[in-house]
């Protein structure tokens, strides 16, 4: 080490910043406040707190809760299984991309989770799919659970044509392509038929043959039970679709929350499905700038059996769960983040209006010897 080197490391411990008079003094304060307030900043959510998407954490650490993110009339849920592990049902159209990239990362940090282990996507519409690959991108989807209805054509091109075109929905068969590509493991709602994660059970409530021919009604169908109560989703199966299944499930399809077919759209939730449902709370996603959606006749429906409706139009994002006392809801509400902004307005107070005494105290009794000298 450098002889100067050494010298000015003596003189520097000798007289360090804090000695150095008011400019010194301050500048060392303002950089130990701006240390505890970055501090306290990540320590109550940091950059989080700040998202534009707010996120309905009222249920932060629990078990078992339901995720609705609005994107307007899109379907995009977020579901926390018992087992830590997650599902996101639908991703919502890509218009929407950012409250729905926003929702899943402080999903992530508030729940300390990392991974979607299944990606359900109940069919090929852009309202519902419209994010996959941007998502599959930014986070780690481990599963993929599809309808079958399109496997064939999967199947033929993947003989001929790496591409997989498949006719139907060109966003689709990206969305299925970058799957394969990416090694994403892929499995059909039907051959699963159901399956348990901790304390939940999923069954999907499939159409053997199901002969239909449009998107909406090739939609995943699934219930979802957890302790005592049940959530039947319904994608955007229509009443067709709803007939089909009473015959096949009938008992089955007994529901406390039912998350509404194509959103409140008039083809679907016809009063007999509802009747068999008899649910206690409706989950509607579709959007407040729409004047088609969700149609008077499903609300009505809705509102003479007495059934609860939470509406993404109405609510924003919201989420659900299961306590001892049965079902909640809360819809997302910002919290200020009252100390990190107690501590940055007080840093603030105390840089302007701070001196430093020591200081002075020195200068006062320089300027009294001064005097002194002069009387
Ligand atoms: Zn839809």
């Not at 199901?210 to 979802?224: A, E, M, Q």
């Not at 919201?318 to 919290?335: N, Q």
Request: charged share 25%; glycine share 4%.
């Amino acid at each position: 080490m450098g002889q100067r080197l050494k010298y000015k490391i003596r003189k520097f411990l000798k007289n360090p910043f804090y000695k150095r008079g008011d400019f010194y003094v301050k500048l060392t304060f303002t950089i130990f406040c701006i240390s505890i307030f970055i501090f306290l900043f990540f320590l109550f959510d940091g950059i989080v707190y700040f998202e534009n998407i707010i996120y309905a954490k009222n249920y932060v650490g629990n078990p078992f809760q339901v995720h609705v993110i609005n994107v307007e009339n899109g379907d995009a849920f977020l579901l926390r299984m018992p087992n830590n592990e997650t599902i996101m049902v639908d991703t919502g159209d890509d218009k929407y991309y950012d409250r729905v990239e926003s929702y899943i990362k402080q999903y992530f940090h508030y729940e300390k989770l990392n991974s979607i282990d299944y990606l359900i996507l109940t069919h090929s519409d852009k309202d519902h799919i419209g994010n996959a690959i941007s998502i599959m991108k930014k986070y780690n989807v481990k599963n993929i659970i599809r309808p079958d209805v399109y496997s064939k054509f999967e199947e033929t091109n993947s003989l001929t044509d790496d591409k997989y075109i498949i006719t139907e929905s060109e966003i689709y068969s990206d969305v299925i392509k970058y799957a394969f590509d990416n090694k994403i493991q892929m499995v059909f709602a039907n051959d699963l038929k159901s399956m348990s994660l901790g304390e939940c059970k999923i069954n999907f409530l499939w159409l053997e043959n199901n002969k239909f021919t449009d998107d909406n009604n090739h939609s995943i169908v699934f219930k979802l039970i957890y302790k005592s109560k049940s959530f039947l989703f319904m994608g955007d199966a229509e009443e067709k679709f709803e007939e089909n299944l009473i015959s096949i499930y009938k008992d089955e399809l007994n529901a406390d929350v039912l998350k509404v077919g194509h959103h409140g759209s008039k083809t679907s939730t016809s009063q007999e499905f509802l009747n068999i449902v008899n649910p206690k709370f409706a989950i509607l996603s579709c959007s407040s700038r729409s004047s088609i959606l969700p149609s008077h006749e499903v609300i009505d429906r809705l509102s003479n059996m007495n059934i609860k409706i939470a509406s993404t139009a109405n609510e924003g994002n919201f989420a659900m769960t299961v306590t001892d006392s049965g079902i909640e809801f809360a819809k997302a509400t910002r919290k200020p983040n009252y100390l990190a902004l107690i501590f940055a307005i007080g840093t603030i107070l105390v840089a302007i209006v701070w001196k430093n005494p020591v200081y002075n105290n020195t200068k006062a009794i320089k300027s009294i010897k001064g005097k002194k000298i002069i009387e």
